[in-house]
């Protein structure tokens, strides 16, 4: 199975940024040990929201499911929980932080309706758990 994942704005600085919050490793570091039987792994990081809806928009043509950690754009975005909704293959929506255990604005997110699920707080395992769960109940072989 074709996993596409995208991260959006500021995550080109895990490892970096706030570390008591997202960790220690960039994710570079963490997709270098990522390793999903059954699944081919690809990543996209943009700070820039309309890279992200084209990403979005494209990842239909090469994968069968994407795993979206939005950020920011998460909160904010109608254009980018559009193209979730436009494309037909499965999007699991992934915070490393518990949002929900954060600032009110951040227990929002206009992409939890329009994803398969939401997996938050679980650090950077949300992304391997995320990946487990497209293969085991989107693969097509
Ligand atoms: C985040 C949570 C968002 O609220 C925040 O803006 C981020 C990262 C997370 O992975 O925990 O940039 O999506």
Same mark, same amino acid.
């Given at each position: ?5 995208? &991260?959006?704005?500021? %995550? &080109?600085?895990?490892?970096?940024? +706030?570390?008591?919050? =997202?960790?220690?490793?960039?994710? +570079? ?17 943009? @700070? ?12 239909? %043509? ?6 979206? @950690?939005?950020?920011? =754009? ?23 932080? &518990?949002? =929900?255990?954060?600032? @009110? ?16 707080? %679980?650090? %950077?395992?949300? =992304? +391997? ?7 085991? &109940?989107?693969?097509?072989?």
């Amino acid at each position: 199975m074709r996993i596409l994942i995208i &991260n959006g704005p500021n %995550l &080109n600085l895990l490892g970096a940024r +706030e570390p008591e919050l =997202y960790g220690s490793q960039s994710f +570079e570091e963490f997709l270098a040990t990522l390793k999903v039987d059954g699944a081919q792994i690809d990543y996209y990081q943009s @700070n820039i929201e309309g890279e992200l809806i084209t990403a979005i928009q494209e990842s239909r %043509l090469h994968y069968d499911g994407v795993v979206l @950690n939005a950020a920011a =754009y998460s909160h904010t975005s109608v254009g980018i929980a559009d193209a979730v909704t436009a494309i037909d293959i499965p999007v699991v929506e992934v915070h490393i932080s &518990n949002i =929900y255990r954060r600032e @009110n604005f951040r227990h929002f997110t206009y992409l939890a309706s329009r994803c398969v699920g939401t997996i938050a707080g %679980l650090g %950077l395992k949300g =992304y +391997e758990l995320a990946i487990e769960f497209l293969v085991a &109940n989107f693969s097509k072989i």
